[in-house]
């Protein structure tokens, strides 16, 4: 089906759903909606509006199912796979202006939150209530709730707290026919239907807008440590990764670096930091709970299995300030990277224990094209951060060849159990790998269930599949 | 459409597919497939298959959609909303030859079970490795696991550990087409196209047969304690569990039971419980963790709450007999209304603090139209468990009336941000009192997504909507 420009009849309904204050059509003051944070993508939308209510955007999805125009909605612009860009133009509907935090519920460990508050923002709001929403993804201080939602996002803490599938409980979501729905109930547990709630996180926004988010809360822990140890290998670091959960601990969080993430933030953020020639890789790793005796007895076991996998050396955080600068480090790798080369990122996630196979796997493949790597990650979960970089590779090469680099590697993820993105999302720019890992009869599934939805396709059409 | 029944010709196709030995087709034996734990729902199928394979259940379906033929797959029969009965008559697919642990992966914390296995066998063989699977339904030993997921259940331990949701990374599934996919990967997070395996989670054998399951595993807690409080009324009882939340504790387990869950256990149970006047209602309480000193400081805490609620008496199990055996009295509540009275189970689920109004409200209706209940659940996540039992109702308005107290019930479970249920499922029991909770935007989208799986409706038709 094709889709119709927006002509200035529809620009003009479009105005009289929302007001002349919340559309936007000049280029200039679109430039900031025709991106995210995806390498060095581009494409405007025709019109941006930033509504205030549900009842708005069921008008105007309802006016751009009637003229066959497609629609884009945005969270903050953070996201990693270009989910959020106007591939097709039409309408861009941010939605920024859904930045309220509705409601804290003590008595239940409930919040109630529009989709355009940002995540670290509602974090804070419910640790100054001594609760913890555990969702954090290194973007945190920029991204809002709602794109974490539609993007299934994750952050160090999903090993032990879960994934942000276990807080989203019901979600309030615009339809593209118009219609206004929750998806499911504000209740921990929930057989009664297929389950909408679960079917929204992670769609990236291609079944409906959401518009509020009901998320679970649970007690914040009171104590933590945290500790960096340095290995003389990926393998090693990656291999101890396994072990400490074989010992029975559930730390926090289970971060890896390889030793150039150091060289990069040291080079480019000013980080200051005593890199040793013998310092190949790190694990960052956290511990927290009630007690600071058990999470110390806990870091001792810790201590001994990374001993047992070669660890030299183990810095123990002593401060809330130390905590922070190792926090930091890991959380500005992305960024070093990114704005120093040219650069392409993956997110792919495999059983934790093949993650040693996995980093071994893409250094041979990058060896092989001529590309370089700087790889971390949620090596708890298994899930890898991949900053690939041009290194020795021809700006030809780099156009022509690295795709086919990257689909060696997405095939090693495949044939290790794993899957293409853990928590990045698929959106625009993994597109063409997703055949590596489904077949026909998933397409087939999503696009159906797609059509369920969005019998018009024109909701963020062109991503996932 | 309408179906066809099973002819001569089908039932020679169908022994061709899994072989003489694995059909039924005398009503004496098929008697045991003809009813589950729902109060006295009968009906039997055509026939019975236990087939093998997925490949055998693959055949079986492409020839059912082919024939048009009923098909209902069940598990050991354990459910509470009658999802495994073939109500359109039509083929059974008994899945008890799927019986095998097929791998414990005690690098990655996960295993490979078929759908048959018995879940406390499942439990134990990883707790035998140190590893806990902590999904664990009052019919664990008895039930099978791939009815567990089809069902969306839960347990005492959900509270602390998460939904079954949190637990299944992957499943493989044999479409009603006959295709056979496995639905995502074997990693702990997943952002890669709309979640296949989280729909089928609940979808109660309405969109596919699930024939192997990928579970995470987390490393068993070594010690625990468990506690008995009483309670002078249902309401204090009730608000104790959101208290102890509030001070910031997690207990494994937190169940509710109202005085007469005891009274009848000691009656027809033969459980020894010196039970006082003043003791109106219980909470079972659960600690876990991997240090006593921190557990018993948790217990502590919890004490001081449960007094604030005018708990009078806490009983320790000080002994693995003794904790035994009140989970024992827990575990044979359902049981024991079951043998000893017509009964209706409801098991609606609603935001924790609101419990006290739930049971409160629920009286009251009772008292209205005569009916007599026994409530008791898992109160920590707000899921209860409600008996309904005959009472002073007599059997002409228990057959016309009850339905109308019901749904009244229901309601005020809705009222109060609730649904239906929490982990038995709708099935066919509670189909009725879906609209009070959906509206029809609901019931067409779950009726498409159906389609997209299931274009002929073969698959358990007639189950939820």
Redesign the interface.
Known sequence: MAFNKIDDNILQAIIAIVGNDSVITSRDDMERYSHDETEDLSYYPEVVVKPRSAKEISALLKLCNEHMIPVTPRGAGTGLSGGALSVMGGLLISMERFDQILNI??????ATVEPGVITEVFMNAVAEK?LLYPVDPASKGSCFIGGNVS????GPR??KY??I??YILNLEVV?PSG?I?WT?????????????T??M???EGT?GVITKIVTKL???P?NDALMLASFPSNESACAAV?AI??????PSAVEYMERKCFEWVKAYNGVQFDLKDEDAAFLLIEVD???N??IF??CEKINQVLESFGCKDVLFADSAAKKAELWHIRRTIGESVKINSVYKKE?M??????LPQLVKGIKEIGNKYGFDSVCFG?AG???LHLNIIQGSMSNADWNDKLNTGIAEIFELT?SL??????????GLV?KEF?PI???N??FE??R??????DKNNILNPGK??
């Open positions: 519920d003590e008595q239940n460990l409930q001594g993007h299934g996002s994750g999903v090993v879960g994934t599938r276990e339809l219609e729905i499911g109930a504000n209740t921990l547990k929930y057989a009664s239907g297929y389950n909408l679960q079917l996180i992670g769609a079944l649970i007690p914040h009171t396994s959960f074989r010992a029975g601990i559930v709970g009630t007690d005796e058990v007895a806990e997110d996630v495999v059983p934790r224990a093949t949620h979960d298994g899930n495949v159990g794993g899957t293409i993105s853990g928590e990045h999302g698929i993994q997703m890992k489904y077949t009869v998933h599934l999503w159906g269930i797609k059509k369920v939805f996932i599949f």
